[in-house]
């Protein structure tokens, strides 16, 4: 599809339900993958389930990162490991998420403050921690999941929405600030994704009207590739088939 031989990518939210998908798609373009995991255990397991595709000890294609990705000190030693190990940074991807109500009436700020610091405040931790060997090169591209809710608000989802729309603004304002930099960052907003969470939460649903992980992969490699050099500041849906 695309080519990104021998490009590093930082990846947080890889222990998702998506992340498998989207790691297994970057190695498919020759990628080499950093995964930055606040649970290692969650993160050894990720790799030894890519099985050979993970590379070797001598050559790993899969890189494990000891980092949350809301703690900046430790994402930056995440990225001096990457760049000791790679001599290259090309891409961040940010995968970190998760559905939790909260409802607008009840200004339930303690609820809204931890969508925010789950969606917002992780992917700018890990963004701007990878941004300094980008704008060096003159070469980058940020991708970040967010949701089809930054778009509209529905009951029961007020931090959820607040969150994610925050997210898509903030990618904005990136793009505008990097745009003569070579560096570009976009948003995926997924509506819903086909995955065994979302299956069980609504077992009278027709999955397969659902975009799948690999549809979500496929745009998000896209998006990282040299080919996708015009677009920024864009935010994507992919609403598949629903
Ligand atoms: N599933 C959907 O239908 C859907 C729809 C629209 C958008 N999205 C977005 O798509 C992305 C992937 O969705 P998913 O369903 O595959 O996710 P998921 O299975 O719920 O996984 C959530 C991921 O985020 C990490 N995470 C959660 N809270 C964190 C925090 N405070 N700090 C650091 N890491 C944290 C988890 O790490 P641990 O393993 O360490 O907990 C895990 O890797 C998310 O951003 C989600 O919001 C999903």
Not at 84 to 90: N, Q, Y
Not at 128 to 140: E, I, K, S, V, W
């Amino acid at each position: 599809m695309f080519d990104l031989s021998a490009h590093a990518v930082v990846l947080t939210g890889a222990t998702s339900n998506i992340g498998r998908a989207v790691i297994r798609a970057y190695l498919a373009q020759g990628a080499h993958v950093a995964i930055a995991v606040r649970d290692q255990a969650k993160g050894e397991q990720v790799r030894a389930d890519l099985g050979a595709l993970a590379g070797t000890p001598a050559d790993p294609l899969v890189m494990l990162l000891a980092a949350d990705p809301g703690d900046r000190p430790a994402m930056e030693r995440a990225v001096e490991q990457v760049l000791r190990a790679w001599g290259r940074l090309d891409v961040v991807a940010n995968l970190v998420g998760g559905y939790a109500a909260s409802d607008a009436a009840a200004g339930d700020l303690p609820a809204y403050r931890a969508s925010w610091d789950q969606k917002v405040a992780t992917a700018v931790t890990a963004t701007t921690a990878c941004l300094a060997p980008m704008r060096a090169r003159g070469r980058g591209r940020v991708v970040s999941v967010s949701s089809l809710a930054a778009l509209k608000g529905e009951k029961a989802a007020a931090g959820y929405a607040m969150a994610n729309a925050a997210l898509v603004r903030w990618t904005e304002s990136l793009a505008d600030e990097l745009k003569r930099e070579g560096v570009t960052a976009n948003c995926v907003l997924p509506r819903i994704i086909d995955t065994p969470d979302n299956r069980l939460a609504m077992p009278k649903a027709d999955p397969s009207r659902w975009a799948t992980p690999d549809e979500i992969a496929a745009l998000i490699v896209f998006l990282s590739s040299d080919e996708a050099s015009g677009i920024t500041g864009a935010a994507i849906p992919v609403v598949a088939r629903t």
